[in-house]
């Protein structure tokens, strides 16, 4: 079974960059659709950012211009690189993959959640 395993997250100062990474365990995959959702405590889970395989970015208007979401189809990864954070963008950010596993079923997937705490 295909599993999505995230890393990047922790702890920064505000002004200051983390790169999130979301990488398959296992077999080859194909992806149609990568994503990056958070949710903070208190909060709904909200989505920050998507990509196509095509190449298609949509961002949520808080992040625009401070994150980037970008696919490795060679490493069956995505990304989300973050600059500039602010206090707010403290949550739990999941990673999300519409796609299959060769021969298999398209399906969506979810990362287990990584934390991105950002305070002095």
């Known amino acids: 079974q295909v599993q999505f395993v995230e890393s990047g997250g922790g702890l920064v100062q505000p002004g200051g960059s983390l790169t999130l990474s979301c990488a398959a365990s296992?077999?080859?995959?194909?992806?149609?659709?990568v994503g990056w959702f958070r949710q903070a405590p208190g909060k709904q889970r909200e989505v920050v950012a998507d990509?196509?395989?095509?190449?298609?970015?949509n961002y949520a208007d808080s992040v625009k211009g401070r994150f980037t979401i970008f696919i490795d189809n060679a490493k069956n990864a995505h990304y989300l690189q973050m600059k500039n954070l602010k206090p707010e963008d403290t949550a739990v950010y999941y990673c999300?993959?519409?796609?299959?596993?060769?021969?298999?079923?398209?399906?969506?997937?979810w990362g287990q959640g990584t934390q991105v705490t950002v305070s002095s």
């Open positions: 999300y993959v519409k796609g299959h596993p060769v021969g298999g079923r398209v399906s969506d997937y």
């Open positions: 296992g077999s080859i995959f194909t992806i149609y659709r």
């Open positions: 990509c196509t395989n095509n190449g298609k970015t």
